[in-house]
């Protein structure tokens, strides 16, 4: 699938409407750890309606941030 703010394709399904309804879905960019759902208004998810200001392209990409991972939670000893 492809990413509506990167536009590679390196996005997929994460999660569903939980009563089976389809009437959203959850979808993940591995690329730019970008998330939307698909409910959300196009000018958010049809790249074409988007905002060029938020949009990622070639290098850009090279240059964004490592995500810090969180710790653990330590347990109540």
């Known amino acids: 699938m492809i990413c509506v703010r990167c536009s590679n394709e ?3 399904v994460v999660a569903q409407a939980p009563d089976g309804s389809g009437a959203w879905e ?5 690329k730019c750890n970008f998330s939307w759902r698909t409910s959300e208004e ?3 998810i049809v ?3 988007r905002d ?3 949009q990622l392209e070639g ?7 490592v995500l810090v991972p969180i710790p ?3 347990s109540k000893a």
Do not use: E, T, W
């Open 26 to 30: 959850v979808i993940y960019c591995s």
């Open 72 to 74: 653990p939670l330590r």
């Open 42 to 44: 196009d000018q958010s």
């Open 10 to 12: 390196s996005a997929n």
């Open 52 to 54: 060029k200001m938020f």
């Open 59 to 65: 290098s850009a990409l090279d240059h964004l941030q």
């Open 47 to 49: 790249p074409a309606k």
